[in-house]
């Protein structure tokens, strides 16, 4: 028997960041689409991963009349905190770059407050589906297969959108030797901590140390988010609150500085990794966000490259629409890929910069402290990595 078929404009794969601003974005130019996401609307709500929100992220959300909950509940901020040596030094992050800034809002929150708005504007987002398969993807006519609540279901499209993160099933269904992948794993780890405790700091903490890396984030002014570096090869067991507490601790120190500490909710290790495939597209799919490229934290961009993307995306679909026109669908990849490799310079460097490696050869060690040094005194490159924080302008 052939399954019950749906039709839409846009198959989008994936309820992350990606696939819900695609939405949103399609949404408001009048073209129809259908989420399918293979996790509950529970589980994709409390999944805690990114907090750091670039400008044009934040200026996006406002445009679409998304960001009433981020304005009033999120941390602006206007600067950050190198700490070398337990000396500290400031990056005027607003002053470098004309007034631009950082909203501190997780990620799950920004999830929560798409899913609300779509589904509210009568929008279809399918939870919990399985064995999803995308087919007939060069031709006019792609289509998904999929189970849902042990249903087989079809959604036939014009276009799909792979947004299913680094393990969905979008680029796996491009044929082989179409995609080149661009990789590197790094030796280290963050091992990263929720805690209810208010802040130690007023503004992110990034942390040069003899010991390794570390980091003090912030979610709320009840909550923090810390880091630290680890092996790659660390298990989470080894690693009880107090240990962490402790490391963190010795690894933020400077002068003045207290940390204060409290109940660890959620502890998880993330590895580092970044990744490119290139094209971005194939016939009728086209990938965006995680499942097309990965960057290692230290940067604070995966969320951000992927709203990028689809906000090129959207577009390209818009114009293909409203006067037939080709070349923005094209080009897609080619428009995402200059700044995916714009970001992942930045993401690698700063990850060069401030993680230290048992082993590292001497040499190597003295000429990136001196250049995390410079970066300190010199307004020119502190503008650099300002103007790369808090996001390159859309075009
Ligand atoms: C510890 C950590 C900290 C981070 N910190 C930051 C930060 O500070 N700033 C920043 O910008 N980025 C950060 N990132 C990266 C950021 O979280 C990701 O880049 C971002 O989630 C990418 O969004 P996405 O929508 O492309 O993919 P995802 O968020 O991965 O969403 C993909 C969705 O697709 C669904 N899916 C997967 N497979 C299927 C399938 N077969 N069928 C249907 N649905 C499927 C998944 O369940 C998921 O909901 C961090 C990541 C981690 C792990």
Not at 60 to 70: A, F, M, P, V, W
Not at 172 to 186: K, N, Q, S
Not at 274 to 279: A, H, K, Q
Request: hydrophobic share 40%; net charge negative.
């Amino acid at each position: 028997m052939e399954p019950p078929v749906t039709e839409t404009q846009v198959a989008i794969i994936g309820a992350g960041p990606a696939g819900l601003m695609l939405s949103h974005l399609l949404q408001r130019e009048g073209i129809a689409s259908v989420i399918l996401e293979s996790r509950s609307r529970a589980y994709v709500q409390q999944r805690v991963r990114a907090g750091v929100l670039e400008q044009g992220t934040v200026d996006l959300l406002d445009e679409l009349g998304l960001s009433e909950r981020l304005h009033r509940e999120g941390l602006v901020h206007h600067g950050l905190l190198l700490t070398l040596d337990e000396r500290r030094y400031r990056i005027a992050l607003t002053e470098l770059t004309g007034g631009r800034a950082l909203t501190i809002y997780g990620q799950q929150e920004v999830v929560k407050d798409l899913i609300a708005a779509r589904l509210a504007g009568g929008g279809e987002i399918q939870f919990e589906v399985e064995d999803v398969q995308l087919e007939a993807l060069e031709t006019e006519h792609p289509r998904v297969r999929y189970r849902q609540q042990g249903t087989a279901r079809e959604l036939r499209c014009a276009f799909i959108a792979g947004c299913d993160g680094f393990h969905g099933v979008s680029r796996p269904a491009i044929p082989p030797g179409v995609l080149t992948t661009y990789e590197r794993h790094y030796p280290f780890a963050w091992l990263g901590i929720l805690a209810a405790v208010a802040p130690s700091t007023e503004e992110l903490i990034y942390a040069r140390h003899a010991r390794g890396f570390a980091l003090h984030s912030l979610r709320s002014p009840e909550i923090s988010r810390l880091y630290i570096q680890v092996d790659r090869t660390e298990e989470l067991g080894d690693w009880s609150d107090d240990r962490i507490w402790n490391e963190l601790r010795l690894r933020l120190a400077a002068d003045g500085f207290t940390l204060r500490d409290g109940p660890v909710l959620e502890k998880s290790i993330a590895l580092h990794h970044s990744f490119v495939v290139e094209p971005m597209q194939h016939g009728r799919l086209f990938l965006a966000g995680d499942a097309a490229h990965i960057v290692p934290p230290t940067g604070a961009k995966g969320l951000n490259l992927a709203v990028a993307d689809v906000r090129v995306l959207a577009r390209a679909i818009e114009r293909w629409y409203r006067a037939g026109h080709t070349e923005d669908l094209e080009r897609y990849s080619e428009r995402c890929l200059g700044r995916v490799w714009r970001v992942q310079e930045f993401s690698a460097s700063m990850s060069a910069l401030l993680h230290r490696l048992p082993g590292t050869d001497p040499f190597e060690d003295r000429v990136a402290r001196a250049r995390l040094e410079w970066i300190c005194r010199s307004q020119a490159e502190a503008r650099s990595l300002a103007e790369n924080y808090v996001g390159l302008p859309w075009d």
